[in-house]
């Protein structure tokens, strides 16, 4: 690893440049999960959606316009990516998991232009109690809400809506794991 020079720091980015001139921004939680829930319901197949508010971008046209996700979180300084997401489903989703539930695990890099690894995971609620979500009591996940949608309801939102980038990779795991025809 390189040695970088920090540009700029705030309580939750900073800004680093490399000794080879790359420049990269870290969070203060580096890494993250992201958990796509599903569930049996009889025959059909039901994926949950999280919609929480979509970042600053030029297209959005009101503070709180929200996009679909799958559950998301920051991965705390001694916590474990599995533990993250048992914490995130029960705080954003209402589960209480454990590490049976988890299906499947991939990584990725979140952009070019972070130093941050995500920790996809497929989550299996089939026969769960769904209860309220706890939230962490912040605005932006106060203004959050979650949507049991279809397999075709889902495919429909990953075409044709903005969606957080581990959706998508979730979704393809998902099939690839399922052997679903296509």
Same mark, same amino acid.
């Given at each position: ?55 600053? *971008?030029? !297209? /959005? ?13 920051? +991965?705390? =300084?001694? @916590? ?58 912040? *605005?932006? !996940? /106060? ?13 429909? +939102?990953? =075409?044709? @809506? ?21």
């Amino acid at each position: 690893m390189n040695k970088a020079t920090k540009l700029f720091s705030n309580e939750w980015i900073s800004v680093f440049k490399s000794d080879k001139g790359f420049t990269y921004c870290q969070r203060k939680s580096i890494d993250s999960i992201a958990a796509l829930l599903f569930r049996k319901n009889g025959e059909n197949l039901e994926f949950l959606i999280h919609y929480q508010p979509l970042p600053e *971008i030029k !297209e /959005k046209k009101y503070w709180d316009e929200s996009y679909a996700c799958p559950i998301t979180g920051s +991965i705390e =300084e001694k @916590q474990s990516p599995i533990d993250c997401c048992i914490n995130e489903v029960k705080e954003e989703a209402g589960f209480y998991i454990n590490e049976s539930n988890i299906k499947q695990m991939v990584k990725n890099i979140a952009t070019t232009q972070m130093n941050e690894k995500v920790f996809n995971f497929l989550v299996d609620v089939s026969g769960l109690n769904e209860n309220e979500p706890t939230t962490d009591g912040s *605005i932006f !996940e /106060k203004v959050a809400y979650n949507k049991w949608v279809s397999r075709q309801e889902l495919e429909n +939102i990953l =075409e044709n @809506q903005f969606t957080l980038s581990s959706l998508h990779t979730l979704y393809l795991l998902f099939i690839k794991k399922n052997h679903v025809k296509i």
